[in-house]
């Protein structure tokens, strides 16, 4: 069953029989808003590129990112399959994935940053059926869900974190609304979540 999240919310990454996960997806799916009026007409939808970033921490220090120009972490526990320019079409399936592979990051990795930015420089506001969601990749159920569609003027969101807990891993729904085309533009609000 999956979590429709809500900033602040936490939620343990471990299976219902109790044991924990070995490999995690991010999945985020986005549509182009309509355009209204006259423009509506002549010119159609306008074309959005969303990116999918995951930060990598190790006490409070960024220590490697992954993104559309960096698709594999240093180690290779991380990785992007790489960049959509436009969103989908609507189907609800998942347009940029990054895959984490829990039990090789490495010891001193304690917290990975998941991000979303609008590249192409258009708000939230401006994007349809767009979401962010985590998947146990293992067996493809979806374990948590945030909806971005509706996020008024901004142009970035600080999703959640992946944060090591004890022997396991557990996610904590951010949420907040940033403005960035690029993961450096959150760096300063991302810092105050560590």
Known sequence: MSVNLNKGQQISLSKYDGTALSAVRMGLGWQAAQR???LAKVAGTREI???ASALLFAGGQMVDVVFFQHLVSQDG???HLGDNLVGG????GDDEVILVDLGRVPGHVDQIVLTVNSFTGQ???EVQNAFCRLVDDTTGQELA???LSGGGAYTAQIMA???RNGSGWQLKAIGEPAAGQTFPDLLPAIVTHL
Request: charged letters at 25%.
């Open 36 to 38: 209204k009026g006259f």
């Open 49 to 51: 590129d969303l990116d």
């Open 77 to 79: 526990s991380v990785r």
């Open 89 to 92: 079409t609507g189907a609800g």
């Open 123 to 125: 708000t939230f506001a």
């Open 145 to 147: 869900r945030y909806t």
């Open 161 to 163: 974190k992946l944060y």
